[in-house]
């Protein structure tokens, strides 16, 4: 009797998402090898790509490339690599020797659905099993479910997977989606599920969606990859859904074998890279955006969550599924430019702080371990204090200046007395209308464009300074990023950035920045440490 539900380990194919397919010769052979050993149904070994392979790569031309990486080979499971309908040519594709996969997934988008079965069948006709993959099946109407369902009962694949692309769908979604499909669909088509994990949702849909089927009589597919290594938010992870088949769906899964696979292989990858659930990838599952566009706003200007829904919440539907980074840097622009008249703000500022001593306190852990010495800085010298981005209750300041509304709602929330009190200079990428003692100047005016993090708010307080013709500025808790967030800031608790540990190059970064603001204000601006910094060179 054939089994009715299968599990299908998509690790190597989704996977090649987070490390550009270099998994390496162990972890290829090994991952293999342990969901055999797990009794895993489905195990899918990576993609069929239009290019030689590379060792160690879970891109792979031919079938043959695969082979070295089966360490033994068994007609008990299914093998399986994917393509892109439109991406692979077929004509390369040699006749199926069972000596590696014995089937092929084929993915094709909303609207191509025709096209991807012709592109199915050459494949059968090549003697391997299809299995067809329905991208964002969310964003298909009832009636191009139809046409999807009849043109599968035409074509007849071993299973037809419904795909949340974007992460995008609650239970109601899934619920009609797959009643709407189990009763168009020929019974000897599998149904199968692909989820992601944008919204915390993976794993219970894929639960829903095995229940939903429990009683159809027709078998059932669900994907899931080990610690859900996957494109952005992640997929539904081998293990829980395993486990959960195992407990209440007569499973019969080799745990040890899945968590020894964890251990020897997952997690090394995990320590270079990163996937998984984030705010960033909760607002594509929102707005059922390519992750594309999330990853490009994170990379290129480190955006915050409110400014990427903004962002993105600023595309046409259609424009969220695709990816136009010329698009999206033009709304990322206009989301940030917000241009208001603030001739009169710079001109009031510019004349109190002529001929004065500015002292920047940035929010470094020195500006408490040295607090004596920067008071003393101050009674000695009676600069203009000007806080950056941040409250310390230990001191007094003239203005606070902030870059970013995160850091602003956190002084305003953490610090209500000394916000309330304070006067302060606000970039208008945070607002535009000012709030009592608050003066709002351009954003245009502190930044300066070309680096990843050219935000850094001391970098844009400098620059500010500059514009303003203050030609001797004093530096505090300018100290530089440490590997452990706590040993870096005054204030534990401030909401900081992650550069993905990468602190050496986000310290070098800022480095770069720093000689470039002394170039641009040359001979114009002294600038001094009061305390010890590692940009002091």
């Not at 797959?178 to 599920?193: A, N």
């Not at 992601?196 to 993976?202: A, P, V």
């Amino acid at each position: 009797m054939a089994k009715k539900i299968k599990l299908l380990d998509c690790t190597l194919r989704d996977g090649a998402y987070i490390n550009s397919s270099k998994f390496g010769v162990p972890a290829l052979k090994g991952i293999i090898k342990k969901m055999q050993d797990a009794d895993v149904d489905i195990i899918e070994c990576g993609w069929l790509k239009d290019a030689p392979h590379e060792e160690g790569s879970s891109y792979y031309h031919v079938p043959s490339d695969m082979e070295q990486y089966l360490l033994d080979h068994s007609d008990r499971y299914t093998y399986v690599a994917m393509i892109d309908w439109d991406r692979y040519d077929t004509t390369a594709l040699p006749e199926c020797d069972h000596k590696s996969i014995n089937a092929v997934r084929v993915v094709f988008p909303r609207g191509k659905a025709k096209e991807g079965m012709e592109v199915g069948q050459k494949i059968r006709d090549k003697g391997y099993q299809v299995y067809l993959q329905a991208a964002n099946t969310l964003g298909y109407s009832d009636e191009e479910l139809e046409e999807l369902a009849e043109c599968a009962n035409n074509f007849k694949p071993v299973a037809l997977s419904v795909v949340d692309t974007f992460g995008a769908m609650y239970f109601t979604d899934l619920e009609h989606i797959v009643k709407f499909l189990d009763e168009r669909l020929d019974k000897s088509i599998q149904l199968g599920f692909h989820s992601h994990n944008n919204k915390q949702l993976s794993f219970a849909l894929t639960m829903r969606f095995v229940e939903l089927l429990e009683n159809s009589g027709r078998g059932v597919v669900v994907d899931a990859s080990l610690s859900g290594m996957g494109r952005g938010a992640g997929n539904a992870t081998t293990e829980l859904v395993a486990n959960y088949l195992n407990e209440k769906q007569h499973g019969n899964y080799d745990m040890n074998a899945i968590l020894d696979a964890i251990d020897m292989y997952i997690d090394g990858i995990r320590e270079q890279y990163s996937w998984g659930y984030s705010t960033p990838y909760f607002i594509a599952g929102m707005y059922q955006c390519h992750v594309n566009n999330i990853a490009y706003l994170r990379k290129n200007h480190r955006t915050n969550a409110r400014d990427m829904r903004n962002v993105i919440s600023s595309l046409s539907v259609e424009e969220r599924r695709h990816y136009d980074y010329d698009l999206l840097e033009q709304r990322y622009m206009e989301n940030q430019n917000r241009q208001i008249d603030d001739e009169a703000v710079m001109s009031g500022l510019k004349k109190e702080f002529k001929g004065r001593k500015i002292l920047l306190l940035a929010p470094g852990k020195s500006i408490n371990d040295c607090e004596d010495k920067v008071k003393d800085f101050i009674t000695r010298e009676q600069p203009v204090v000007i806080g950056v981005n941040a409250i310390n209750t230990k001191y007094n300041y003239d203005y606070v200046l902030f870059v970013n509304h995160i850091r602003y709602d956190y002084a305003r929330e953490a610090y209500a007395e000394t916000f309330a009190q304070v006067k302060k200079i606000v970039l208008s990428n945070i607002h535009t209308k000012a709030k009592e003692k608050e003066f709002i100047v351009n954003f245009n005016h502190a930044i300066k464009r070309g680096w990843v993090h050219f935000d850094n708010a001391v970098i844009c307080a400098l620059r500010f300074l500059g514009r303003l013709g203050v030609n001797d500025v004093a530096l505090a808790g300018f100290d530089g990023f440490k590997t452990m967030y706590n040993e870096s800031y005054a204030d534990p608790s401030l909401p900081t950035l992650n550069p993905d540990n990468k602190w050496d190059e986000l310290n070098e970064e800022i480095k770069d920045m720093f000689r470039d603001v002394k170039l641009s204000v040359g001979s114009k601006m002294q600038i001094e440490f009061v305390t010890e910094s590692i940009f002091d060179v």
